[in-house]
Nanobody, 122 residues
């Protein structure tokens, strides 16, 4: 299986930007579709964005469209989430995940990172 480690979280003000990274090891990175999920206090873990193994196609939640961009660099075994125009409602623990399937469903992902905290202050 693939091991995943997120980084890049932090505290930013409304309207600010952060770039999250997800470093993968084990397996063949390019064979996995990858996704970002987030979980705010008291809420379920929700889909944020997904990307195919090649990086050619992406999906994103309506709540982040136009603000967040998912990408990957297979040569570096790393996936990214560029977050711009951040809002307080983006505050959550962000998780990266790997899947054999390109999906927005939590159940499709079988490898998860430990998460990185993103806090957006007003």
């Amino acid at each position: 299986q693939v091991q995943l480690v997120e980084s890049g979280g932090g505290l930013v003000q409304t309207g600010g930007s952060l770039r999250l990274s997800c470093a993968a090891s084990g397996g063949t990175f390019s064979s996995y579709a990858m996704g970002w999920f987030r979980q705010a206090p008291g809420k379920e873990r929700e889909f944020v964005a997904a990307i195919t193994g090649s990086g050619e196609n992406t999906l994103s939640a309506d709540s982040v469209k136009g603000r967040f961009t998912i990408s990957r660099d297979n040569a570096k075994n790393t996936m990214y989430l560029q977050m711009n125009s951040l809002k307080p409602e983006d505050t959550a623990v962000y998780y990266c995940a790997a899947s054999f399937y390109y999906s927005r469903l939590r159940s499709a992902y079988n490898s998860w990172g430990q998460g990185t905290q993103v806090t957006v202050s007003s």
